[in-house]
């Protein structure tokens, strides 16, 4: 498809559990964003990449929290250890880098019960 | 406080009516602006730039007031397609390579 992929769309996992998030970017978009939606907010900032280099990663509430883009194309964000407040959607945007205009996926739906 | 800031509504207006929304921002270095819409339980998408000089596209009016760090969305003759919530976009850079941040959205319902 043409635009941001993201996976899996929903996952239910128990506290506890450690969850991995897959974002597959539009090709040949250099920034990639990873945001947190809980519901009725707007999307927080957790982590950006232009190619492979993580530049910014200060909106990464704890170190259970991981994201890494190894070839400047698909990435993974990874919760270790789930805790309930994780529940929320997670946003991926990819951007050309030339403009400020992101394209995001539908999100994937974390529920920790 | 927050990096940016926006009345969360809800604004509740009728079918044709003009509706203002203002958003608040703290890092007077901020270089690029936008306004998002979101529909319910679906991703954001850009909706216009916001650019120094105020600008329109179609019923949508935009502008930017760097003195007082805040900016505006003017929507006239609202339709009921309009009803969405309305994301405010700040970006340090003029480019996308930056740490952008949205605020919390207001949201919109025109009714019939």
């Known amino acids: 498809g043409a635009g941001v992929s993201q996976s899996p769309r929903y996952k239910v996992a128990k506290r506890g559990q450690d969850v991995a998030l897959r974002c597959d970017p539009i090709?040949?978009?250099?920034?990639l964003f990873w945001y947190q939606q809980a519901l009725g907010q707007g999307p927080e900032f957790l982590t950006y990449?232009?190619?492979?280099?993580?530049?910014?990663k200060s909106g990464l509430p704890s170190d259970r929290f991981f994201a890494e883009r190894p070839e400047g194309s698909v990435s993974t964000l990874k919760i270790q250890r789930t805790q309930q407040e994780d529940s929320a959607v997670y946003l991926c945007a990819s951007s050309l880098g030339n403009t400020g205009e992101l394209f995001f996926g539908e999100g994937s739906r974390l529920t920790v019960l | 406080r927050k990096e940016v800031e926006q009345d969360p509504g809800p604004f509740n207006v009728p079918e044709g009516a003009t509706v203002a929304f203002n958003c608040t921002y703290s890092n007077s270095a901020s270089q690029s602006f936008f306004w998002y819409r979101q529909d319910c339980r679906k991703e954001p998408k850009l909706l216009m730039s916001v650019y120094s000089s105020g600008n329109e596209d179609g019923r949508f009016t935009a502008q930017l007031n760097r003195a007082s760090q805040y900016i505006s969305l003017l929507i006239r003759d609202s339709k009921l397609s309009d009803s969405a919530t309305y994301l405010c976009?700040?970006?340090?850079?003029?480019?996308?390579?930056?740490?952008?941040?949205f605020g919390s959205g207001t949201r919109l319902s025109i009714r019939p």
């Open positions: 090709s040949g978009h250099v920034s």
């Open positions: 990449f232009q190619n492979e280099a993580q530049l910014d």
């Open positions: 976009v700040v970006n340090p850079l003029y480019s996308s390579a930056s740490k952008i941040i």
